[in-house]
C-alpha cells in the first residue's frame, strides 16, 4: 500500500518570502500522480499543482512549483512571493495510474502554513 | 469552473440516527468518490464508485454505510445507525476519467451528539 508522509506538522513564512513544504512517499508503482491540494479555513480541498510521475520535468503554477525526485520519493512544494491568501492546511497526495486501479487519493497528514505580515 | 454540491453544508444528528448525505457530481462525470476528515486529522478515502457499482471502500465502509447513484445525477452517502466517531467532514469527489482532474465539494461536517 502507498504512503504519503508530511513531516512538517506546522510552517511559517514572511509575506513575499518564498517557503518549501515537504513531502515523502513511499510506492513500489513506477507510474503514478502526485498532487499538492490546499485546503483553507472554509475547508475546501482546492488542487494546487499535480505531477505526473513520467514527466521529467517539474510542474509549475505561477508562483507554486514542485520538486520532483523520483529516485528519493519526495514531491516538495515551493510557494514564492508568499501572499497572506496562501496560509492553509496543505496537503500531499498520490494517485495511482495503474490500470484497473479505482484511483483513489492517499493523503498526508498535511502541513499548516501560517504566512506572517 | 463547474461545481461538486453537497448538501446540506452542516448536519447535525443523535447517535444511532441514519443519515443521508448527498452530492451532485459535476454533469458527464463518471468515477465518484467519499472521502471524509476527522477534525485536525488527514483526508481518509471511504469509497469510490464507477459504472453504478463500488470499485473500492476502505476499511472504515463498514455495514453501516452504502452509497446511492439513485437519479443519474445525485451520489448520496447514508449512514445507517450513526456513532460519535463519525462526527468527521465529508467530502464528495468527481471526475471524467480515472486520471482526469478529481473535482472536490464543499463538505457536509457531520455532528454525531
Known amino acids: 500500500a502507498q504512503t504519503v508522509t508530511q513531516s512538517q506538522p506546522e510552517m511559517s513564512v514572511q509575506e513575499a518570502e518564498t517557503v518549501t513544504l515537504s513531502c515523502t512517499y513511499d510506492?513500489?508503482?513506477?507510474?503514478?500522480?502526485l498532487f499538492w491540494y490546499k485546503q483553507p479555513p472554509s475547508r475546501q480541498m482546492i488542487l494546487v499543482i499535480r505531477?505526473?510521475?513520467?514527466?521529467?520535468q517539474n510542474a509549475t503554477e505561477n508562483r507554486f512549483s514542485v520538486n520532483f525526485q523520483k529516485a528519493a520519493k519526495s514531491f516538495s512544494l515551493k510557494i514564492s512571493d508568499s501572499q497572506l491568501g496562501d496560509a492553509a492546511m496543505y496537503f500531499c497526495a498520490y494517485r495511482s495510474a495503474r490500470g484497473g486501479s479505482n484511483y483513489k487519493l492517499t493523503f498526508g497528514k498535511g502541513t499548516l502554513l501560517t504566512v506572517n505580515p | 469552473e463547474p461545481e461538486v454540491t453537497q448538501t446540506p453544508s452542516h448536519q447535525v444528528t443523535q447517535m444511532g440516527q441514519e443519515v443521508i448525505l448527498r452530492c451532485v457530481p459535476i454533469s458527464n462525470h463518471l468515477y465518484f468518490y467519499w472521502y471524509r476528515q476527522i477534525l485536525g486529522q488527514k483526508v481518509e478515502f471511504l469509497v469510490s464508485?464507477?459504472?453504478?457499482?463500488?470499485?473500492?471502500k476502505s476499511e472504515i465502509f463498514d455495514d453501516q454505510f452504502s452509497v446511492e447513484r439513485p437519479d443519474g445525477s445525485n451520489f448520496t452517502l447514508k449512514i445507517r445507525s450513526t456513532k460519535l466517531e463519525d462526527s468527521a467532514m465529508y467530502f464528495c469527489?468527481?471526475?471524467?476519467?480515472?486520471?482526469?482532474?478529481?473535482?472536490f465539494g464543499s463538505g457536509t461536517q457531520l455532528s454525531v451528539l
Open positions: 464508485f464507477y459504472n453504478n457499482e463500488i470499485s473500492e
Open positions: 505531477q505526473e510521475a513520467y514527466k521529467q
Open positions: 510506492t513500489s508503482e513506477s507510474d503514478y500522480y
Open positions: 469527489a468527481s471526475s471524467g476519467g480515472p486520471i482526469e482532474k478529481l473535482f
